[in-house]
């Protein structure tokens, strides 16, 4: 079956350490999103991307950087900008634009060592 | 700007009974409306799509959504509430969510 994987499942980073968090999808999507979700406030974009080799930023993005080298996949690096790491990220994607239904991964849970 | 508010952040009801979620939205044009179910250290699951085509629409699980434009809402129902339907809701649009509501079932 077609969808999309995210790992780790759970993730811990030290102080000043940047960790890339991997999202691939096999369902041949154009589009691919990246959310934090924390307690309360609902899921929040980071960066979004409609063709490969190009994303833009979210609402939240800064702190955090993505690449699209290929259609598949889409990952996000938390750098150590990010002062407040802790979080659900999600990513997701669709057919080609946003206003589709949406396919999500399991998520990564981030903590801070 | 597009925005998508849900009303409440907790619903509680008795097993059995109706369950109403409510979600309202922002748009300068005629949007496509989804709602999600999340459950504990998962990612979301589609339950239905509003797509502009039949204003009431039926999802998975018994669920159903009507599109109000006059309202600008999209609230989610059920006629009758199971214990598996505790979860999370989302609803959404575009690259905007809610901030979601937190469905319990008591038995």
């Known amino acids: 079956d077609g969808g999309i994987t995210q790992s780790p499942k759970y993730l811990f980073r030290k102080e000043g350490q940047n960790v890339t968090l991997s999202c691939e999808q096999n369902?041949?999507?154009?589009?691919m999103y990246w959310y934090r979700q924390d307690p309360g406030q609902g899921l929040r974009l980071i960066y979004y991307s409609q063709i490969v080799n190009d994303f833009q930023k979210g609402d939240i993005a800064e702190g955090y950087s993505v690449s699209r080298e290929k259609k598949e996949s889409f990952p996000l690096t938390v750098t150590s900008a990010q002062k407040n790491p802790t979080a659900f990220y999600l990513c997701?994607?669709?057919?080609?634009?946003?206003?589709?239904?949406?396919?999500f991964g399991d998520g990564t849970r981030l903590s801070i060592l | 700007a597009q925005s998508v508010t849900q009303l409440d952040s907790h619903v509680s009801v008795s097993e059995g009974t109706p369950v109403l979620l409510r979600c309202n939205y922002s748009s300068s044009y005629s949007p496509s409306l989804f709602w999600y179910v999340q459950h504990p250290n998962k990612g979301l699951q589609l339950l239905l799509k509003y797509t502009s085509a039949a204003t009431l629409v039926k999802g998975i699980n018994g669920f159903e959504a009507e599109f109000k434009k006059s309202e600008t809402s999209f609230h989610l129902t059920k006629p009758s509430a199971h214990m598996s339907d505790a979860a999370e809701y989302f609803c959404?649009?575009?690259?905007?969510f809610g901030a979601g509501t937190r469905l319990t079932v008591k038995p």
């Open positions: 369902l041949n999507h154009d589009a």
């Open positions: 997701a994607s669709t057919r080609d634009s946003p206003g589709q239904p949406q396919h």
């Open positions: 959404h649009m575009g690259m905007r």
